[in-house]
């Protein structure tokens, strides 16, 4: 059985699609949900489809350095297969990159290397792109700069707006990102 961590950080719309799509899986399971924020929505989630989860609440501590420790310590206190990040809003710190190399990934929603960081979506409507999409990719040292594992193109329409453009993109992160998670654990093997 291959087991997957989840770390997210607000709504967790990602992380319940891929807790839905391998519910009824013999071979991948979701082992545990990691938020960094004690208000976020994923919680809610995680309880609702009986999910373990952890709360290391970023703001509990005295700087960033101290919570990084934390989390470290906590993933290595249980084996697993592969770190998923989907919404989770810190940057990981080498250390953590560097012990789990080729086995964290990424979901965030641009063509990279355009618009890395937050606010993709809106930054790229902004600029009255023809296009923008998704990119899954492994975590390395920097921010959205590791190797791309898949990316799907999707047109900006002139009818869009940030909202509209936000929702295709995320229907579209929801059917991809467990199909491409399946993907990297059977290349893992």
Known sequence: MKEIIILASRNGSNFESICVY????????????????????????????????????YHCFNN????????????????????????????????????????????HPSLLPNYKGINAIARAFENKEKYTG????????GVDTGKIIFQKKVRIKKSDTIESLEKRIHKIEHKTY??????????NN
């Not at 998704?134 to 040292?141: L, M, S």
């Not at 467990?178 to 290349?187: C, G, S």
């Open 22 to 57: 391998f519910s009824k899986s013999k071979s991948i399971r979701v082992k545990q949900l990691i938020t960094d924020n004690k208000d976020a929505f994923v919680i809610q989630r995680a309880k609702k489809l009986n999910v373990d989860y952890k709360i290391i609440d």
């Open 134 to 141: 998704i990119t899954i990719h492994y975590v390395d040292e």
């Open 64 to 107: 960033k350095s101290e919570y990084n420790h934390t989390l470290f310590e906590h993933l290595k206190s249980f084996n697993f297969d592969l770190i998923v990040l989907a919404g989770y809003m810190r940057i990981l710190p080498d250390y953590i990159v560097n012990y789990y190399k080729g086995k964290i990934i990424n979901i």
């Open 178 to 187: 467990p199909k491409i998670i399946k993907r990297v654990l059977a290349k």
